[in-house]
């Protein structure tokens, strides 16, 4: 694991991760928001650059070639999305975004 401070583009660059998310740590899909809690953190699985990829490119936007291709979604097309990827989508924007960013966990 490799851990940086104040060189963002380095690290969206290596794995496209979120910048200013929840989901930091480039390799992991641990929470920021439960990072005192050692029983979730230290049993967050380590993902490869390869298991990243194909986590993003499973669903129906994430084949698009553009860059952060999850930003700028509206409810109907992450709605979309998270059926493509065999999820509950309804509810509001909130609680479908919710729903992505959680399945996703940081990867763009």
Same mark, same amino acid.
């Given at each position: 694991?490799?851990?940086?401070?104040?060189?963002?583009?380095?690290?969206?660059?290596?794995?496209?991760?979120?910048?200013?998310?929840?989901?930091?740590?480039?390799?992991?899909?641990?929470?920021?928001?439960?990072?005192?809690?050692?029983?979730?953190?230290?049993?967050? @699985?380590?993902?490869?650059?390869?298991?990243?990829?194909?986590?993003?490119?499973?669903?129906?936007?994430? @084949?698009?070639?553009?860059?952060?291709?999850?930003?700028?979604?509206?409810?109907?097309?992450?709605?979309?999305?998270? @059926?493509?990827?065999?999820?509950?989508?309804?509810?509001?924007? @909130?609680?479908?975004?919710?729903?992505?960013?959680?399945?996703?966990?940081?990867?763009?």
């Amino acid at each position: 694991m490799k851990f940086m401070n104040g060189d963002n583009p380095s690290v969206e660059f290596e794995l496209d991760t979120q910048k200013s998310g929840h989901f930091c740590c480039s390799g992991c899909g641990g929470d920021m928001r439960r990072a005192y809690e050692y029983d979730y953190m230290a049993y967050q @699985k380590y993902r490869t650059l390869e298991e990243e990829q194909n986590l993003v490119l499973k669903g129906k936007f994430g @084949k698009s070639d553009a860059t952060g291709p999850f930003k700028s979604l509206k409810v109907e097309q992450i709605q979309q999305e998270l @059926k493509s990827r065999g999820v509950d989508a309804t509810g509001n924007k @909130k609680e479908v975004q919710e729903r992505l960013t959680d399945l996703l966990r940081g990867a763009s």
